[in-house]
């Protein structure tokens, strides 16, 4: 395992790892510690103080919170049980018109809205974009992933989860 | 020598398959293997013994690509080799194009349990040939050579090769068509098909095949070139069993691919976390102005719904519950191409080592729903480009275990998805001069090998060099290409603006290709790729997807004037609402949303364009680097209005410096108008719930969108009971189907 200290790890969450810096990391061994050296390093990051139990997404976390495991992003809105999808608490704005296509990608580059729709999903706290959506109009809501937090921890990491 | 029982201690090959199928079904491993013990017993024999039959694939495929004239195989390597145990299984395969490996395992069960044993009988030096997508192949083009290894009386396994041909004698001239709706339109069918013995290839195959394609000095090639990689093999392998012992042999081929299924789930245990995936891709297919066929002039969107679950035992199912019907239409999938496209996606996002068999495709459970576009079950039906439906529905795997892979903390190997491999334009025509003339030219330009990557969570993508579908990315030399097609000439290949998806990391960006026509007759053209809809599934957490294609090409031009006058011509379409071809040239200028054409002929000094795609984005775009979207500006990959809608980063171009430089204030001050921006038009989840059901409600869907989701209420419950209770539909909503 090369180069898996906290700090190179801080470094390539951020995205500023040199190419020769990350390729030995992507062609290297695993660390079977990762899961648990990220865990530190976003809990330092994170301004609050529940517990993640699993890292969701760039911005939400699987936390505990009163006893309860819920979404939560790092801006410190909450979304609610981890079982609902976390899109359905989200702003949203869709995409449906050449008007509004247009304003992201060039004339005839971009889906025809006879076709296919583009949806962004906002975090209604900061206003980050969580998630984006190209499909049919009428599509309903896609679930992304739902984890088996307690199979991760008891059958693959040998160990309670956190909360248990 | 006809032989009734060619099996291991004198069983069928039929009663051994039964036996391997029985015992995994029981067990849920190879064979019922509980220990590996020759690789307890002694791991250095067994490493080595893995090695050295790798090695002897390895070294079969870079000797045998050389027997090859085509470019395809011979320039860019479009060929793969595998040795599989007599019932079939996949047990060390060549570097290559290894969607077909699986594929070649699902010929030789075919001809297991259609007991060819019997008629026309398995004996050493026998040559089978196939291509049938119903038993074991992705589409006709690709041709696959598979020859038994016998070893005192005993069938010990097959060795099996795969080339992709330059043309099949299809509807039209090339190798991925677009123009078929039925089986007799996909070129020439060889099902299994003993074409030779005493390992020399019967005269009378050869005479009819070689009268079956376009191409026949390649497809003669081909056919040497496959068969001398599976002899190489087949001498490795009796080498081998000298060495080591048959009894070795036998014992190992078993506990290596039980070894492979154990290092999948493994792997799965490794790198993801248990749970419930899922993603929905799509595929425009707008045949209703494009095809000739009544039948096929109709428009549609495939659904690709995928579901994974990742089981705690680290196996893993995967669904397609939900997908659209089968068409009248190039794009059906048979199991093999499924089955292939989830070995070519395992092999690059998991389980890239070297020991790779079908111990891996053992460790995942399918569900390819009956009666969709990738189950249909009519083998009349035209299966000559499954690619149309194969690549954008497997983004979703990559999706998938991309989620996986960040929460497991192993950011550095998320890939949301890649490019579509097109646009493959294709077609042919007949020098009218020159030294050639009269000779035929086929268009199967490989460019398509050089697609957009898809980001990672710590990087951008990669640009213009991956192919998820070909291998090694690699498109050959231009000047072999130059040879073989040479009737459509190079004005130009230059970095196609604004192709990455948007995104905290973008997608790797892509390039576009301008060519004319010249010195030829009777000119076939046509191409596809996505274009009415974004392709796959798109972005990951808050990225774009990629721009689509499109289509634009000029007829009866003034081309030949313009290069006699010394004038510019058009060598880019950076700006297709203010394109060149129309500022520089004149004739009858064809600009299209939608990228699929169906073949048109052309003339000389025709001119044609063709832009590859970019990768899908990961994050939000306000969240990049505004240093990197500068670079971006300066490296041609994104224009300046897309940069200030999207990235909110308003730079000035330098006319001194001849660059870009960032207005950091103006910057900031339209990130912040973005972030506004977003709050006022972004409404709540509620309010859009009730405008989206209102689409359905109010009959606002078009024909296409209606008929996708009539097919997949029709073809799934589950699918069907997910979508009304979202939309709080009644039972009975949209059920009558047309």
């Not at chain 2, 595929?283 to 089981?311: C, G, T, Y």
């Not at chain 2, 209606?706 to 209420?713: P, V």
Request: net charge negative; charged share 30%; with cysteine.
């Amino acid at each position: 395992m090369t180069g898996e200290d906290k700090k190179t790890l801080e470094r390539m969450i951020n995205g500023e790892l040199k190419w020769e810096e990350l390729k030995p990391i992507i062609s290297d061994r695993k660390d079977p510690s990762r899961f648990e050296k990220i865990l530190d390093i976003l809990h330092e990051k994170t301004s609050w103080n529940e517990k993640i139990l699993i890292p969701l997404h760039e911005h939400l976390y699987v936390v505990v919170k009163d006893g309860e495991r819920i979404v939560k992003c790092d801006c410190g809105h909450e979304f609610g049980d981890y079982r609902k999808n976390w899109k359905l608490k989200c702003r949203v704005r869709v995409r449906d018109t050449f008007e509004t296509l247009e304003e992201l990608y060039p004339k005839y580059m971009s889906s025809h809205p006879d076709w296919m729709e583009l949806r962004e999903f906002f975090c209604p706290g900061c206003f980050t974009l969580l998630d984006t959506e190209s499909v049919p109009p009428g599509y309903h809501v896609v679930f992304n992933f739902l984890p088996d937090i307690d199979a991760f921890y008891e059958k693959w990491l040998g160990r309670k989860a956190p909360d248990k | 020598m006809s032989n009734n029982k060619i099996g291991w201690n004198d069983k069928s090959l039929k009663e051994m398959l039964d036996e391997s199928e029985s015992l995994f079904k029981d067990t849920g491993r190879y064979f019922g293997i509980e220990k590996l013990s020759l690789k307890e017993e002694d791991p250095f024999r067994y490493e080595r013994a893995y090695a050295s039959l790798r090695g002897a694939l390895v070294s079969a495929r870079e000797t045998a690509l050389h027997v090859a004239a085509s470019p395809i195989v011979k320039e860019i390597g479009e060929l793969c080799f595998g040795l599989y145990t007599p019932e079939g299984d996949s047990l060390v395969v060549s570097t290559g194009i290894l969607v077909h490996i699986h594929t070649m395992s699902e010929a030789m069960k075919f001809m297991i349990k259609n007991n060819y044993e019997e008629d026309p009988t398995i004996n050493h030096g026998d040559i089978f040939l196939n291509n049938d997508p119903e038993c074991g192949n992705v589409h006709t083009t690709d041709v696959q050579t598979i020859i038994p290894i016998f070893w005192e009386g005993e069938l010990i396994g097959w060795a099996g090769g795969v080339t992709h041909q330059i043309d099949i004698g299809g509807i039209s001239p090339g190798h991925t068509l677009v123009s078929c709706v039925q089986r007799f339109d996909d070129g020439v069918y060889y099902t299994c098909l003993k074409i030779g013995s005493n390992d020399k290839i019967w005269n009378d195959h050869m005479q009819t095949a070689k009268r079956s394609v376009r191409t026949p000095m390649y497809w003669e090639l081909d056919e040497k070139c496959r068969l001398s990689g599976d002899l190489m093999i087949r001498d490795a392998v009796l080498d081998f069993i000298e060495r080591e012992g048959v009894d070795y042999y036998k014992k190992f081929v078993r506990e290596a691919i039980e070894e492979g299924r154990q290092i999948m789930q493994l792997r799965v245990k490794e790198r993801l976390i248990p749970g419930r995936y899922r993603a929905a891709s799509f595929m425009d297919l707008p045949f209703k102005d494009e095809a000739w066929q009544p039948i096929a002039k109709v428009n549609r969107i495939s659904n690709q719904p995928l579901e994974i679950i990742v089981r705690e035992d680290g196996s893993i199912y995967l669904s397609f519950d939900g997908a659209s019907k089968w068409g009248h239409n190039v794009a059906n999938c048979m199991k093999g191409a499924m089955e292939g496209g989830q070995w070519v996606l395992l092999t690059q996002i998991l389980i890239y080592r070297d020991k790779v068999n079908d111990g891996a495709y053992l460790a995942v459970e399918t569900n390819y729903p009956p009666g969709t576009w990738c189950n249909p079950g009519d083998p009349y039906l035209s299966y000559q480009a499954p690619w149309g439906n194969l690549i954008p529905a497997y983004t979703g795997m990559m999706k998938c275990i991309s989620y996986g892979l960040f929460s497991r903390g192993f950011r550095e190997e998320v890939v949301p998805g890649y490019s579509f491999t097109g646009d493959a334009i294709q077609g042919g025509g007949i020098y009218s001069a020159g030294p050639l003339k009269g000779e035929r030219w086929s268009l199967s330009t490989f460019e398509i090998s050089g697609q957009g990557l898809g980001a990672s969570a710590v990087r951008d993508g990669l640009n213009h060099g991956y192919a998820m579908w070909n291998p090694e990315a690699d498109l050959g030399d231009v000047e072999t290409w130059d040879l073989f097609q040479g009737g459509v000439v190079y004005l130009a290949r230059r970095i196609k603006p604004n192709t990455p998806g948007h995104g905290k990391f973008r997608g790797g960006a892509n390039y576009a290709g301008v060519a004319f026509i010249a010195n030829s007759k009777q000119i076939d053209f046509f191409g596809a790729r996505e274009g009415m809809v974004f392709h796959g599934c798109g972005g990951m957490h808050g990225g774009y997807p990629q721009a689509t294609g499109y289509r634009l090409y000029a007829k009866n031009t003034n081309l030949k004037d313009i290069f006699q006058q010394q004038k510019p011509y058009p060598i880019s379409d950076d700006d297709p609402s203010d394109g060149d071809f129309e500022k520089l040239i004149e004739g009858e200028i064809t600009r299209k949303h939608n990228a699929l054409i169906y073949p048109i002929m052309l003339d000389n000094y025709d001119l044609i364009y063709f832009p590859m795609g970019g990768g899908p984005g990961y994050g939000d775009p306000l969240e990049r680097d505004p240093e990197s979207v500068n670079q971006d500006l300066n490296d041609g990959y994104y224009t300046e209005d897309i940069v200030s809608n999207v990235y909110g980063v308003v730079a000035q171009f330098d006319d001194e410096k001849e660059e870009w430089n960032i207005d950091q204030e103006a910057t900031k001050k339209r990130r912040d108008d973005i972030l506004n921006e977003r709050k006022q038009k972004s409404v709540p989840f509620e309010e859009f719930w009730n405008r989206e059901r209102k689409k359905i409600t109010d009959d606002g869907l078009s024909e296409q969108v209606k008929t996708m989701y009539f097919e997949s209420l029709n073809l799934s419950e589950n699918w069907a009971k997910e979508f009304r209770e979202f939309w709080d539909f009644p039972d009975d909503f949209l059920k009558e189907v047309d």
